[in-house]
Nanobody
Framework: QVQLVESGGGLVQSGGSLRLSCAAS????????MGWFRQGPGKEREFVSAISWTGRSTHYANSMKGRFTISRDNAKNTVYLQMNSLKPEDTAVYSC??????????????WGQGTQVTVSS
């Protein structure tokens, strides 16, 4: 079992930045691809970004390219999401997830509870 806990969310003004962290416990995530997802108010959950187990491959949703950066530190069992140039439409609960279903991930096996990000205009 892998437990995932997100942190780093909060309230930020439009144009600001936040760095989210996803700390894993229970087992090493070094063999897991990791992803970030978000769900805004009244919206479906959407893919944000994913990173391969080595960190050499990444993938982003089109609307996040150039603004968000995913990274990982397997020694710390942690994945990060650096979010820059935030917009009000980025307001959502951001969750991380772990996958052992190949690359790009064919699905995710473990999910965190999420952290709230609110961007004010």
């Amino acid at each position: 079992q892998v437990q995932l806990v997100e942190s780093g969310g909060g309230l930020v003004q439009s144009g600001g930045s936040l760095r989210l962290s996803c700390a894993a416990s229970g087992r090493s995530i070094s063999s897991y691809a990791m992803g970030w997802f978000r769900q805004g108010p009244g919206k479906e959950r959407e893919f944000v970004s994913a990173i391969s187990w080595t960190g050499r491959s990444t993938h982003y949703a089109n609307s996040m390219k150039g603004r968000f950066t995913i990274s990982r530190d397997n020694a710390k069992n942690t994945v990060y999401l650096q979010m820059n140039s935030l917009k009000p439409e980025d307001t959502a609960v951001y969750s991380c997830a772990a996958s052992r279903r190949g690359w790009p991930p064919g699905g995710y096996d473990y999910w965190g509870q999420g952290t709230q990000v609110t961007v004010s205009s």
